[in-house]
T-cell receptor, first 112, second 115 residues
Framework: DADVTQTPRNRITKTGKRIMLECSQT?????MYWYRQDPGLGLRLIYY???????NKGEISDGYSVSRQAQAKFSLSLESAIPNQTALYFC???????????FGAGTRLSVL | AQSVAQPEDQVNVAEGNPLTVKCTYS??????LFWYVQYPNRGLQFLLK??????LVKGSYGFEAEFNKSQTSFHLKKPSALVSDSALYFC?????????????FGTGTRLLVSP
């Protein structure tokens, strides 16, 4: 089983819909991250969390929200999806050193 | 702000030839630099990192990277490319402006190794 699991792997939704992307990890890491990947733009950080009580905005948090339900679970929500949120989304975790991040396989989201 | 630049969108190399994927950085203070690889339909995987010490860093799958302070570069290299090395490669730097350990990624370089 994967150490960092993202669900769903693929999602197609319509403009205005609320959707949630989920991430769970079995690595026992405190740090969790959400990124989006767009061609030519690389990975951009949406939100990150140091622990259950610590959630921080990344460089592109507008239009997104997150919930850290437990140490092992970190969900990303799009309250009202729009087409320019079409992207590949990655969850990642890191241990106390923080340097090496472990990524899930990604969720490919299309907003029509 | 900390940043990295990957000047090449794509690098093409024949199998068996040496490969180089370029990365330059801009940081205040000493850089903490990383390379990650993304294979098709997979998440990113850590390859190697430079924190301090020897300028030549060895990593997974036969890759190495050379840190050059005067040129502010951290190029990824491999002496002999394999077709299976074809993937998307990301350079990253630790964001030292926050107390939290975040990484700032480059835009990625696609490596295509032809048989």
């Amino acid at each position: 089983d994967a150490d960092v699991t993202q669900t769903p792997r693929n999602r197609i939704t319509k403009t205005g819909k609320r959707i949630m992307l989920e991430c769970s990890q079995t690595k026992g890491h405190d740090r969790m991250y959400w990124y989006r990947q767009d061609p030519g733009l690389g990975l951009r950080l949406i939100y990150y969390s140091f622990d259950v009580k610590d959630i921080n905005k990344g460089e592109i948090s507008d239009g997104y929200s997150v919930s850290r339900q437990a140490q092992a679970k970190f969900s990303l929500s799009l309250e009202s999806a729009i087409p320019n949120q079409t992207a590949l989304y990655f969850c990642a975790t890191a241990g106390s050193g923080g340097d090496i991040q472990y990524f899930g396989a990604g969720t490919r989201l299309s907003v029509l | 702000a900390q940043s990295v630049a990957q000047p090449e969108d794509q690098v093409n190399v024949a199998e068996g030839n040496p490969l180089t994927v370029k990365c330059t950085y801009s940081v205040s203070g000493n850089p903490y630099l990383f390379w990650y690889v993304q294979y098709p339909n997979r998440g990113l995987q850590f390859l190697l990192k430079y924190i301090t010490g020897d300028n030549l860093v060895k990593g997974s799958y036969g890759f190495e990277a050379e840190f050059n302070k005067s040129q502010t570069s951290f190029h990824l290299k491999k002496p002999s490319a394999l077709v299976s090395d074809s993937a998307l490669y990301f350079c990253a730097v630790r964001d030292m402006n926050t107390g939290f350990q975040k990484l700032v990624f480059g835009t990625g370089t696609r490596l295509l190794v032809s048989p």
